[in-house]
Structures are given as C-alpha cells and as structure tokens.
C-alpha cells in the first residue's frame, strides 16, 4: 500500500489524542477518567503506555529500514493488546456501580486495530536482482 506510513503515523498521533480524552466517566463518584488522569482509582495511568510505544511506533513508521519495520509488526501488537486491557480493566462493573463508556475508549481499541493493520503493509524498497 503506497500510503501505509503515512496513515500509520496519521493513526499514532490520533491515538495520542485520544488519550487526553475522556475514557469512562464513574458518576457515582463524580470522576473522569483519562488516559492521563486517574485520580481516585488505581487505574495507574493508561495513556503512558499508549505514548510510549505509540511514540516508538511513529518513529518506526518514519524510518525506511528493513528492521523498524519488523519492530514496529511486535509494537502495534502490544498497542492493540493494551487497549483491548484499558476496556476490560476501565469499563468493568465494580461493587455494582459501571461507569459510561466514552467514545474515546472505544476509539482506542480501533485506532490500534488500524495501527496494526498499517504495520503489516510497510513501503519496502526491494534491491532489484541482476541476471
């Protein structure tokens, strides 16, 4: 695919942003939870993680080696296994009390879905093999 870094690193950034967003809102305590602020949960902070490696990933969209490439495959596969574990852990009902899931979670479990769709069609240039 001729475009796949470019969307790829389009997809990075979009998931960064979607950190700062509202993830899950608890009204019974009256808290908003983001990927960066968590403040009255032991939630930690999910949106460091999602920086990190989406940052590692961007970086690795942008290099033309052979090997970022390959890197990049194992990186998008942690980023999607890490959204698909702020759903379950963010959304879960505890002590019966759910919090509302936001659109922002839910576009994290796809923008990872994308990243790593992105990883699998890098632009490679091949060495032409003389006869």
């Known amino acids: 695919m001729k475009h796949s870094q470019t969307i790829g690193i389009i997809l990075c950034v979009a998931l960064l942003y979607c950190t700062i967003q509202p993830l899950v809102i608890i009204e019974s305590q009256h808290l908003v939870i983001t990927g960066w602020k968590t403040a009255g949960t032991s939630f930690g902070q999910p949106g460091r993680f999602f920086a990190y490696f989406g940052g590692l990933s961007l970086l690795f969209f942008a290099l033309p080696f052979l090997w970022a490439k390959r890197i990049n495959v194992a990186l998008g596969a942690l980023i ?51 006869e």
Not at 94 to 102: A, E, I, N, V
Not at 105 to 123: D, E, V
């Open 80 to 130: 999607i296994a890490w959204s698909f574990r702020n759903f379950m852990v963010l959304s879960a009902c505890q002590m019966g009390d759910c919090p509302q899931k936001q659109w922002a979670l839910y576009a994290c479990i796809i923008i990872s879905f994308g990243i790593l769709i992105m990883t699998f069609l890098p632009k490679i240039k091949l060495p032409k093999l003389e």
